[in-house]
Nanobody, 120 residues
Framework: QVQLVESGGGLVQPGGSLRLSCAAS????????MGWYRQAPGKQRELVAT???????NYADSVKGRFTISRDTAKNTVYLQMNSLKPEDTAVYYC??????????????WGQGTQVTVSS
């Protein structure tokens, strides 16, 4: 089994910052792409940022220049540093990872989600 556990969400004022973390654990052989998605009320889940095992980045246009994704390979952890937060960033943020397990099965895994609320 593989699990993704997120942390770091909360309530922040516009212009503030938050850092999300997501740790993968379990029967992991290799982690390929890790990333963050978000879903606001009444909207579809959307990509926020991804990072490959080769450190190739991809960001949604709406967060470029404000959010930074990074990963600690030794800790199987991905981070999302969110600066200059706007009310429209309010959403549940989900961690995502494409992982090969020790049984050599490749699959996409999701975390349980963490709420980020940007409001004054």
């Amino acid at each position: 089994q593989v699990q993704l556990v997120e942390s770091g969400g909360g309530l922040v004022q516009p212009g503030g910052s938050l850092r999300l973390s997501c740790a993968a654990s379990g029967s992991i052989f290799s982690i390929y792409t890790m990333g963050w998605y978000r879903q606001a009320p009444g909207k579809q889940r959307e990509l926020v940022a991804t990072i490959t095992s080769g450190n190739t980045f991809n960001y949604a246009d709406s967060v470029k220049g404000r959010f930074t994704i990074s990963r600690d390979t030794a800790k199987n952890t991905v981070y999302l540093q969110m600066n200059s937060l706007k009310p429209e960033d309010t959403a549940v943020y989900y961690c995502n990872a494409f992982i090969e397990s020790t049984w050599r099965i490749r699959a996409t895994y999701w975390g349980q989600g963490t709420q980020v609320t940007v409001s004054s």
